[in-house]
Each structure stands twice: as C-alpha cells, then as structure tokens.
C-alpha cells in the first residue's frame, strides 16, 4: 500500500509541475499567480518523495531547491 501511495504521489508531483509549466507557457496564467506556484511547490514536494523513496537523490535535491523557491514566491504573493 505504501509503494502505491508513493508512486501516486510521484505521479501527481510530475503532472503539477508539467500544467503548471504549460499554463505558464502558454499565457494561460502569469508566473506570478498563486495557482502556478502551488503547483510548481506542491508538484516538486510529489517528486521528492517518490526520489528520497527510490533513493534518487539527484532529482529529490533539485526538487527540495524548486520548494524553497516556490514557498518564497507564495510568501511574496500573500504577504
């Protein structure tokens, strides 16, 4: 059960990051919308997951540096 939920996880983390990319690429939203951040930020936390779980630590660091930035970018936009 727990590998499902993980890969789950994976999965959800690799599309956020790819809508929010193509809503961004196609003018669908600005960069500077909430909704893209919460993707990017939420989307990056699915992929450190599923990396720290299979032990793939290159992409889980990258992804752990893409929250940073995107909790920072949410802080800028409510704050």
């Given at each position: 059960?727990?590998?499902?939920?993980?890969?789950?996880?994976?999965?959800?983390?690799?599309?956020?990051?790819?809508?929010?990319?193509?809503?961004?690429?196609?003018?669908?939203?600005?960069?500077?919308?909430?909704?893209?951040?919460?993707?990017?930020?939420?989307?990056?936390?699915?992929?450190?997951?599923v990396?720290?779980?299979?032990?793939?630590?290159?992409?889980g660091?990258?992804?752990?540096?893409?929250?940073?930035?995107?909790?920072?970018?949410?802080?800028?936009?409510?704050?």
């Amino acid at each position: 059960m727990k590998k499902l939920l993980v890969e789950a996880v994976g999965w959800y983390g690799t599309i956020a990051i790819v809508l929010a990319y193509a809503l961004v690429s196609f003018s669908v939203l600005p960069a500077t919308d909430l909704w893209y951040q919460v993707l990017n930020g939420t989307g990056a936390v699915g992929i450190v997951i599923v990396s720290f779980y299979k032990k793939a630590y290159q992409p889980g660091i990258l992804n752990i540096v893409w929250v940073v930035i995107a909790v920072v970018a949410i802080g800028k936009l409510v704050l």
